[in-house]
């Protein structure tokens, strides 16, 4: 059976191979509520149906986020103070997406939505398949654009200067040329939007700080980036150099065979800026006892759609 591999999983070996081995051997993932990704997933959802124009792409925006902070309140046990904040989310994205909607209405006349989430896999070495999961496919005046959207705390120099050496991107670019080799991806669109710092004032109605919010995109109070989108006809690194780090990191891969084969990087249990991995428990305070392993569900398998499977070199 063919090792399957997706650019997560390739981020995630190469980070530190005990953290690849109990998230990707043994699929554990663990129970944390995690605020950010909530947001993420609420955004990419609403541009998609504001790149699809949809008339109404705010409020089935909205909707889709009701749904998520339904799951996360079921699922999870959430302080007074984490609540408040999740509550919050539905002003903060609408507002974000509102002020989008306000600085790209050309750009947005312009786009025709050919995909959302698509989905693709390749053999780029023996008996290694990579999967990738794209956020937008665009057309844009004749071009076929790759879209990727992010949102960030900020945007900064050194943040925009990595975004052409990105390996998401750029893998999603190569491979999908690969495998829709007819059609090919003729530019990346590297979409990037700041996550708001202001908050609802105690006296503020929804509709107010939403119109404040909408107004902080057109000129923040402390003059930082709001927006930053990179257009570029090709990545900063080469196909080879992508499909050679993918493959040999494939081939080791399939070497490790044991436990001890997924040796630990220590430097990345604990971040400078307080972020732990989620496998601390596992690795450091008691390993996969009965205990531990409550705190932890077992990832679903991921399945690339049959219609979008296609094979390269």
Known sequence: MPLHMSVSSIQNFLACRRLYYYSRIKKYEKIQYNLPFIVGRVVNEGLAYVLGKKPNAIELMTKYYKTERAKAIKEFTLSPEQLEK???QELVTRGMLLAYQTKYGKMIRDIQLLGSEVEGAVEVADNIVLVIKMDNIVR?????????????????????????????SSTYFYVHNIIFEKEPIQEIMYDVIRKPSIKQKKKETKDEYAKRLVEWYQKPDDMGGVFHIERFTKPGISEDDVINTISQVGKEMLRCKEKEDYYMDFDKCHSYFGDVCPMYDLCHNGG?????????????????????KGVGK
Do not use: C, W
């Open 86 to 88: 999740l509550n919050m």
């Open 140 to 168: 844009i005046r004749g071009k076929k654009i790759l879209h990727e959207l992010k949102t960030s705390k900020q945007i900064t120099p050194d943040y925009v200067a990595r975004i052409r050496t990105d390996l998401q």
């Open 288 to 308: 996969e006892s009965k205990e531990n392993l409550l705190l932890y569900t077992i990832r679903k398998p991921f399945h690339v759609s049959k219609e979008n």
